[in-house]
């Protein structure tokens, strides 16, 4: 028997829910901290719901504390890319969008397309995801400010204050990469396989941190579902004999990896032979300077799925022999 769905659409501020049972639908609003998380359990409760199917698009981070809440609570978790549930609106010929109807649509999509568990990231994972969020947020900051020095020239007195604000969110990002060091050096798992990364030319050490924190690569079972992960699998685009279009990556993924990954795989085209090799092929063939890099993203993360699976560190000889 299958579990009420329960979609939600979810914001900054609040997120709104629907639970389709089999003679009604429910809907309803709370507010998105620890306090409607709660509240949203006692609702459940008050109609004698012990567990749902709930799911939500994997938006921003605004949805992750609700999912880790509701995956306390033994609930099932379903977090989806939206992409999958503006597919499904477009099949149902949705017109209308709004908070209630996208949960309703969310809810539809759960309860028709059984889509797969979700399972939290380990907590060490989370804390050093945190980390590296915060470390974004003030990197950020700091280039703002560096754009208004920019454009500020003959305001001595705000050039000195955005200064002062540079100087100071500097060493808060050092105090946040020494803390993000030291998490990684205090826990095994995450050491050994941060090891393991920067073995790999292209991948230095706060690339793999960041690999580290947004994919745990030793839970997938290929290097091809890593790269459906990161949306860096290839599109064809190809119908018939009157369709031939070019080949494109897909970006139905994790966009922060492949961000994480551009400026690796530049430096992988020269100094990795495995990336450098397999790119002079795909010159040869004539493909374009963005698909090669492309090509090169996934080929960097397939490898680095291959070192952290076989936890032995990067060996072209035996990447080229195979």
Known sequence: MSLPALGIDISKEKFDVVLLLQDETLRKSFTNNQK????????????SIQTVHAC???????????ALFLYKQEHQVSVVNPARIKGHAQSKMVRNKTDASDAFLIADFCATQKPGIWTPPSEEVRHLQALLRRLETLQKMKQMEENRLESLSKEKEILCSI????????????RVKKAIS????????????HELLTTIPGIATTTAAWLLGEIELHNFKSAKEVAAFAGLS???????????GKTRVCKIGNKR???ILYMPAIVAKRFNPIVKDFCLRLEERGKQKMQIVCAAMRKLIHIAFGVVKSSKPFDPT???SS
Request: proline share 3%.
């Open 36 to 47: 409607g998380f709660k509240q949203l359990q006692d609702w459940l409760k008050k109609k």
């Open 56 to 66: 939500m698009e994997a938006t921003s981070h605004y949805g992750d504390e609700l």
């Open 163 to 174: 200064k002062r604000i540079i100087s100071s969110l500097n060493k808060e990002i050092e």
């Open 182 to 193: 030291s998490h990684i050096d205090n826990n095994p798992r995450l050491k050994k396989e």
């Open 234 to 244: 290839p599109k064809r685009n190809q119908s018939g004999s009157s369709l031939n």
């Open 257 to 259: 990896l492949r961000k």
């Open 318 to 320: 035996l990447a080229f």
